[in-house]
């Protein structure tokens, strides 16, 4: 009798065991909800993208016309370096181009007077010789005016070549202060077009190589967020679709917007591939987002980019 007690229990544990088992079986299937929300990180650029201004030649930098943070406009000057030489040079090649263009102005003066003394001698020339010829003018007379005539037109000649060398002079001068004018122009830092001193990377007295980086500066325009989404999650992004942006560690939303831009390609990881562990060869398609009234944001912020797929 107690054996089979035993045996009844024994069955009962065993089989209480497998139901315990295939219910913790059960719970471990879990359906994840697809969500309509996908989730990527970017940074704030302007829509034209920071630009490195670079000095064109080496010296020293003297002045800093627009301080960080200032706007500009296309064609001020941001800075200019030492230049007290190239300066000099500049105006002795304007004083030489000035003698020159003197100079041809007074060959130009002096050939008009000759062409118009010429075109008298050769009128007499014509009248006395109408009159010899008909015997109412003497040989000698013919002849006097023929030899002013033709000295005339040899002075002529003469300064026809002295007026070309007096403007050959003058054009060699223009071009050489052409060419001091543009060498004084690389000692200043030129802005390429609308916008905002962002940083200088160098101070006043502080030397530079020449096409070395010495600012940042922020066209004028719109303000976007470039992000990578991988190339997992692709192809759910699209053309239009709405954006939410926060700084990252922060729930606030700083702006809004709207996606302009897709890459046509993958491309390496490479805006955010900071995290060790990472595959080298993962790729990302790049999107570009408009921001609407972005007043007031960083450029250059890591955010988290929130896109609405629905």
């Given at each position: 009798m107690s054996k089979?007690?035993?045996?009844?229990?024994?069955?009962?544990?065993?089989?209480?065991?497998?139901?315990?088992?295939?219910?913790?079986?059960?719970?471990?299937?879990?359906?994840?909800?697809?969500?309509?929300?996908?989730?990527?990180?970017?940074?704030?650029?302007?829509?034209?993208?920071?630009?490195?201004?670079?000095?064109?030649?080496?010296?020293?930098?003297?002045?800093?016309?627009?301080?960080?943070?200032?706007?500009?406009?296309?064609?001020?000057?941001?800075?200019?370096?030492?230049?007290?030489?190239?300066?000099?040079?500049?105006?002795?090649?304007?004083?030489?181009?000035?003698?020159?263009?003197?100079?041809?102005?007074?060959?130009?003066?002096?050939?008009?007077?000759?062409?118009?003394?010429?075109?008298?001698?050769?009128?007499?020339?014509n009248r006395l010789k109408s009159l010899y010829d008909k015997g109412a003018e003497t040989k000698q007379n013919l002849e006097n005016a023929e030899t002013d005539f033709k000295s005339l037109q040899a002075n002529i000649t003469r300064l026809k070549s002295q007026l070309a060398i007096a403007q050959a002079r003058l054009s060699s001068s223009n071009s050489n202060t052409s060419l001091y004018e543009a060498k004084l122009d690389k000692t200043k830092i030129i802005a390429p077009?609308?916008?905002?001193?962002?940083?200088?990377?160098?101070?006043?007295?502080?030397?530079?190589?020449?096409?070395?980086?010495?600012?940042?500066?922020?066209?004028?325009?719109?303000?976007?967020?470039?992000?990578?989404?991988?190339?997992?999650l692709a192809f759910k992004v699209k053309i239009g679709q709405t954006v939410e942006v926060n700084y990252l560690g922060a729930a606030d939303v700083v702006a809004k917007g709207k996606i302009y831009f897709l890459s046509e390609y993958l491309r390496k990881k490479s805006m955010f591939s900071e995290q060790s562990g990472e595959a080298e060869d993962r790729r990302?398609?790049?999107?570009?987002v408009m921001l609407e009234n972005p007043q007031g944001l960083l450029f250059n912020a890591k955010v988290e980019v929130k896109i609405s797929i629905k």
């Open positions: 089979n007690i035993l045996y009844i229990l024994f069955i009962a544990f065993i089989a209480t065991n497998c139901s315990q088992k295939e219910e913790n079986a059960t719970e471990k299937v879990v359906v994840t909800p697809v969500s309509d929300v996908l989730v990527g990180i970017g940074k704030i650029i302007p829509e034209q993208q920071i630009i490195q201004v670079a000095a064109q030649s080496s010296g020293v930098l003297q002045t800093i016309f627009k301080q960080e943070n200032e706007t500009f406009q296309k064609g001020e000057v941001l800075a200019v370096l030492s230049n007290d030489v190239e300066a000099n040079e500049v105006e002795e090649a304007i004083f030489r181009s000035n003698i020159q263009n003197q100079e041809v102005k007074v060959a130009q003066a002096t050939l008009a007077e000759y062409e118009a003394k010429f075109l008298n001698a050769q009128n007499l020339y077009s609308d916008g905002k001193v962002l940083e200088w990377k160098i101070r006043p007295g502080e030397g530079i190589a020449s096409q070395q980086t010495i600012a940042q500066i922020a066209p004028s325009g719109n303000t976007i967020v470039e992000c990578e989404i991988d190339e997992s990302v398609r790049v999107v570009k």
